[in-house]
Each structure stands twice: as structure tokens, then as C-alpha cells.
């Protein structure tokens, strides 16, 4: 059974930075896609990022390109999303996610597989 554990959130002032983490068990990252979503309170869950497995094709959402990057270590089998210039609108539990194969259209019900989430709060 895929497992995925998250850490990293907290809180942050805007403009400020933060790196989450997704740990990866009982899989290798080669043969999943992982993505990352976000869902505000009230709000839809809505993707942020996606890297797909073998090949490492990465996706972003385009309200945060250029500002979010996500990566993976394959040795600590562990996907990473950095977080750069925060603002309070980006205030959400962040969940990572993974399936087989490539990210594909990402959508959040592509995947099956999902942490337990991680709040994150942008706030002065």
C-alpha cells in the first residue's frame, strides 16, 4: 500500500518562503507521478504542481510559476515543493498525491493516493 507523509508547513510572513516536503513509502518515485494541491477553507482543492516519475517532467499551475518549484531526491524517495514569495490568498492545507505512471491533466481525482495534508498560513 503507497504511503505519503508531509511536513514543512507552518507559519509565514508574505512575501516569505517555505519548502514542504512529501515522503514517499512502500513505492520508488521512478514509477509514480506526484503532485501537490492546495485547498483554502470554503474553497475547491486546486493542483499547485506535478512531477511526473521516470522521466521528471515537471507542471505548475500558473499562478504560481516562477515562484514555486518542485523537485525530487530519488535517494530519500522524497518530493519536494519550495514555496517563494508567499501571499495571505496562498493560505491552505497543502496535500501531495500520487499515481502511476505520468501527471497527465493532474486533476485531483486522477489520483489516488493522498497525504494527510499540511496547513499552511501566510500571515503578518
Known amino acids: 500500500q503507497v504511503q505519503l507523509a508531509e511536513s514543512g508547513g507552518g507559519l509565514v510572513q508574505p512575501g516569505g518562503s517555505l519548502r514542504l516536503s512529501c515522503a514517499a513509502s512502500?513505492?520508488?518515485?521512478?514509477?509514480?507521478?506526484i503532485a501537490w494541491f492546495r485547498q483554502a477553507t470554503g474553497k475547491e482543492r486546486e493542483g499547485v504542481s506535478c512531477?511526473?516519475?521516470?522521466?521528471?517532467?515537471?507542471y505548475y499551475a500558473d499562478f504560481v510559476k516562477g515562484r514555486f518549484t518542485i523537485s525530487r531526491d530519488n535517494a530519500k524517495n522524497t518530493v519536494y515543493l519550495q514555496m517563494n514569495s508567499l501571499n495571505p490568498e496562498e493560505t491552505a492545507v497543502y496535500y501531495c498525491?500520487?499515481?502511476?505512471?505520468?501527471?497527465?491533466?493532474?486533476?485531483?481525482?486522477?489520483?489516488?493516493?493522498w497525504g494527510q495534508g499540511n496547513q499552511v498560513t501566510v500571515s503578518s
Open positions: 512531477i511526473s516519475g521516470r522521466v521528471g517532467i515537471t
Open positions: 512502500r513505492f520508488t518515485l521512478d514509477d509514480y507521478a
Open positions: 498525491a500520487t499515481k502511476p505512471g505520468l501527471c497527465g491533466g493532474w486533476r485531483p481525482t486522477d489520483f489516488d493516493s
